[in-house]
Structures are given as C-alpha cells and as structure tokens.
C-alpha cells in the first residue's frame, strides 16, 4: 500500500525548533526511519513538508489520484485554523491520523481546537517522534487487516 506522512508549518525546522516543545529529532530522521518501517514491511511511504496551506491542500487532493491508502498528517499550526485543509481530507475521503509531537491539551487554550480530530481514524500527540513511528503502525496494521 501507499502511505502519505503530510507535515505541516514550521516543522522543517524541528530539532532546532523550540527543543524543549518539540524535541531534538530533525523531520529528516523521522521521514527516514518511517520511510525504513514501511519498506521493511513491503509498502511504500511519500512525505510532504509545506508551509503554504494551498500546497498541502494540493497535496491532498494529488494524494486521491495517486491511489494513497493512508495518510498521516501534523497539519500543525494549521490544525487550529484550516477549515480548507479539513474540506480537502473529507473531500478525498482517504483515512487519515492525526499526529501531534507535543500534547496540545496541555498547552494553550487556543491549540486544543483541532479541525481534524473528529474526522481523524485517530489522534496522537504527546509522544514526540515516537508518535509518528505509533501512526505508521496503526495505519500497516488497518491496512494490513483489509
Ligand atoms: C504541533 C502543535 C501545534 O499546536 C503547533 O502549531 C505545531 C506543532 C505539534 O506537533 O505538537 O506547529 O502540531
């Protein structure tokens, strides 16, 4: 099967990005250790980082014609403010996690508003990067079942 790991705003720059936040681990080692997982396990895995919410939205809507099965997504800043992000999910009606590397009911009011969760297969965050590693497990384990 086909994964997609969509990651939204600012998240070029984790490692370097408020550490205490988001941690040390850079996108590229999580986008490379994913990427090992699901080749190991005979699937094939695409990633996207944008900071523009059209080309996620783009990205989305691509993801449908190229037959991806799965998506997991941290639409990060966008998760508390992209009603179009969300439109263009339920849209392509591809199933999809949410990830968060930092537990945003813990943090400020304003991020424990997602405009995904209740679309979403299911929601992670507070696990750093091992919730991504969580995300791809659960989405070859549904894929893998069906
Ligand atoms: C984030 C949480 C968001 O509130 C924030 O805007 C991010 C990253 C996370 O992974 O913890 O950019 O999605």
């Given at each position: 099967?086909?994964?997609?790991?969509?990651?939204?705003?600012?998240?070029?720059?984790?490692?370097?990005?408020?550490?205490?936040?988001?941690?040390?681990?850079?996108?590229?080692?999580?986008?490379?250790?994913?990427?090992?997982?699901?080749?190991?396990?005979?699937?094939h895995?695409?990633?996207?980082?944008?900071?523009?919410?059209y080309?996620?939205?783009?990205?989305?809507?691509?993801?449908?014609?190229?037959?991806?099965?799965?998506?997991?997504?941290?639409?990060?800043?966008?998760?508390?403010?992209?009603?179009?992000?969300?439109?263009?999910?339920?849209a392509?009606?591809?199933?999809?996690?949410?990830?968060?590397?930092?537990?945003?009911?813990?943090?400020?009011?304003?991020?424990?508003?997602?405009?995904?969760?209740?679309?979403?297969?299911?929601?992670?965050?507070?696990?750093?990067?091992?919730?991504?590693?969580?995300?791809?497990?659960?989405?070859?384990?549904?894929?893998?079942?069906?």
């Amino acid at each position: 099967a086909t994964i997609l790991v969509l990651h939204g705003p600012n998240l070029n720059l984790l490692g370097e990005r408020e550490p205490a936040v988001y941690g040390n681990t850079t996108l590229a080692d999580i986008n490379s250790n994913l990427t090992a997982i699901a080749t190991g396990r005979g699937h094939h895995l695409l990633t996207m980082q944008s900071n523009a919410e059209y080309e996620l939205i783009d990205r989305v809507h691509d993801a449908r014609l190229e037959g991806v099965n799965f998506i997991l997504i941290n639409p990060a800043g966008f998760t508390h403010t992209s009603i179009a992000l969300r439109d263009a999910l339920a849209a392509v009606a591809i199933p999809f996690i949410e990830i968060h590397l930092s537990n945003i009911h813990a943090r400020e009011p304003f991020r424990q508003k997602s405009w995904f969760s209740d679309l979403a297969r299911g929601v992670i965050c507070g696990l750093g990067a091992h919730g991504y590693e969580l995300g791809l497990q659960a989405a070859l384990h549904n894929l893998e079942q069906s």
